[in-house]
């Protein structure tokens, strides 16, 4: 679960954010939430993966922000859906909190986000040129 091996693992065990962007120089970044190495070093589409615990929220200035859209209680953890603005794109992200943590929080609350880089895996895209992407 934690260091999934492929794209394929990645998506199918536990449920992980995954975000499509561009690699460049062999980088796979999201605004100022992570800057990563892609699996390879030329540019191409990458889907980056990381779990929603590993998400750290905070109303503390710095990092990425971002807007709590809805909160979702499931029992000893809440499930925040946020909205980040990356490069004028709206990015859905999701963080898992303990509930007693989520408290602190509301619907609509400026906060800011940060993911240790190590936490974030990185496969090349399998997706077709129909489908939409973020043009990071």
């Known amino acids: 679960y934690g260091e999934p091996r492929s794209s394929f693992t990645a998506s199918f065990v536990g449920n992980r954010n995954a975000i499509e962007v561009h690699a460049r120089k062999g980088r796979a970044v999201v605004g100022e939430l992570f800057d990563v190495p892609g699996p390879s070093t030329q540019d191409g589409l990458v889907v980056a993966y990381f779990a929603p615990e590993n998400l750290r929220v905070s109303t503390e200035p710095g990092a990425q ?7 979702g209680f499931h029992g000893p953890l809440t499930r925040l859906r946020l909205l980040v603005d990356v490069g004028g794109a709206a990015l859905p992200l999701y963080a898992d909190l303990p509930s007693r943590a989520a408290e602190a929080f509301s619907v609509g609350d400026t906060v800011y986000l940060s993911l240790d880089p190590n936490d974030v895996r990185c496969f090349p895209s399998a997706l077709d040129e129909s489908t939409e992407r973020l043009g990071l």
């Open 65 to 71: 922000r971002g807007t709590i859209e809805s909160i």
